[in-house]
DNA sequence: CCACATCGTCCCGCTCAGTGGAACGCATGT
DNA sequence: ACATGCGTTCCACTGAGCGGGACGATGTGG
């Protein structure tokens, strides 16, 4: 992942989406939005390029976002996100109440397995990861706070499979761009796997979101029976058991369900 | 820690700091800061009484927030923090680049003792906490993303011990608060016992920030020899042996100051 | 060594985005 | 029945915010 540093400035600002009139906070939004885990820091005229915003109006807006604390001034005239983002993230309630009574749970998973546990949500089509143990023990493209496309990954499927239909269906709509050479990228196989999953109550992924990585995953049900969220074990594929993991993390979510709604969702 | 969702009002907005004129982006984030642990979720007529704001106002803006993600619609006409603010959370710099780095040994940690594993840096005069393992161990303070004073706390202790002076002076002058009937309260006391944590290479905290706690504590020093953050094994008083921990604590945060200057900090 | 590009910063006049008081309909509780 | 709270909507006034343009510092290539 290191950054290279390298000037990849064919990223296009927003030309394209037909937003009718840009307000301030969109604005400064935008700004936030400017930076990515390559680009972790970025001087104003490099701000200015990716909102499309002057670079006066950078500059002020900038000030303005230092002095809240939701942006950092670094040496060489260069901005960073800044660590009153890092506070306010964590107060969001999906992830803390989540994170609160998964945490001892994927512990225990990842002490019994040694291998690298995933915690995800469903936002709309895609995956976003809301916490990761055991980190370094592969190279996977998984982050915490990161997005991955819902299709092809273990937890994504695993909660595709007990969601509401019509989300399937946006995901479908959407595409089902392909990760690896064995993604999932037709709507046929896809309808096919799901209904496997249901069977079954577990998903794998065979590297279909990373070449030579594989997971085990399952879905943790809430008080209205409606998915929350999903669980996985993944790892180097010949070190993926899918029987053993298997139990191991339908076992966590049946657990992890069961806290949440006792917690009252 | 339990949120005991009890409604003390009691709080005041910001009739006091005299902030000259509030501009969008301030009111904004004053609205994003209305949230805290307590209260998840506040609707619209909570949120003018916090921010200061008219009804009308914070209708639009949150309106606003919500269309870029910042903030989410809960039944009930409230709102609560967005996704999108843990997403760019996720990618502060700090953050990222010290729990790439630490995570593997905190789990470490973790297996070896079983007792909880923090990781803090230090911002202003305040410990801001980055990553939390070992969560239902022991009932604490300590939250990730939570805030506690420098002071008071194991962590605190070893950073302000290697931090510029000018640094333990501000921490005085803010005051010394008192958190426990152990808490260091007294400028005389603290820069001794700063002496004494230079000296051995690790500070301890005796139910200093919470009864029945104690923790063990060490630095963990950058590539210009600053001191970059700290870990600290924490847990019941009695379960804590300073000696056995100190080692392992002092051992993980050597080898994160290493792997920080390796990777260019 | 100079011409040129690009940077961050600052100024300032124009304008429209943003503000909040007031009024409305709807639940509550009294 | 009334009173009080809520979220929502409307709208006239105005000053906050915008960005073109200018400036000095820095760096780069001829």
Redesign the interface.
């Known amino acids: 992942m290191r950054s290279t540093e390298r000037d990849d400035v064919a990223h296009a600002a927003s030309l394209d989406s037909p937003q009718p009139p840009p ?4 604005r ?2 935008a700004l ?2 400017a ?3 390559a680009h ?2 970025l001087g104003v005229a490099e701000l200015a390029r990716r909102t499309g915003l002057a670079r006066s109006t950078v500059h002020r ?1 900038a000030g ?2 230092v ?2 604390r ?1 942006l950092d001034r670094a040496e060489g005239g260069t901005y ?4 009153r ?12 109440t989540l ?2 009574a998964a ?2 749970l994927l ?1 225990d998973l ?2 019994a397995t040694h291998q690298r546990i995933h915690l995800a949500v469903l ?1 709309g089509v895609e995956v ?1 990861y ?1 916490a990761i ?4 023990e592969v190279d996977v493209a998984s ?5 991955l496309p819902a299709h092809a990954t273990g937890v994504g499927k695993a909660m595709l499979a007990y969601a509401p239909p019509e989300v399937v269906r946006r995901r479908v709509e959407a595409g089902l761009p392909r990760l690896t050479p064995r993604t999932i990228t037709t709507p046929g196989a896809l309808t096919r796997e799901l209904a496997r999953i249901r069977a079954e109550g577990t998903a794998y992924d065979r590297e279909e979101s990373t070449v030579g990585v594989s997971c085990v995953a399952a879905p943790v049900v809430g008080t209205d029976g409606r998915v929350r969220a999903a669980l996985s074990v993944t790892g180097r594929t010949a070190a993926i058991d899918p029987v053993r993991y298997g139990v191991a993390v339908r076992a966590a979510a049946v657990t992890l369900g069961r806290t949440l709604r006792e917690a009252g969702l």
Chains 1, 2 share one sequence.
Not at 80 to 83: D, K, T, V
Not at 133 to 136: D, F, M, P, R, Y
Not at 143 to 147: A, F, Q, S
């Open positions: 307000s301030v906070l969109a400064a939004a936030l939005g930076f990515d885990e972790p820091r807006l303005e976002l002095r809240l939701l960073r996100l800044g660590m983002l890092f506070e306010l993230g964590e107060l969001v309630p999906t992830r803390r994170t609160d945490l001892p512990e990842l002490e936002d976003v809301v143990l055991g980190a370094g982050r915490t706070g990161g997005r």
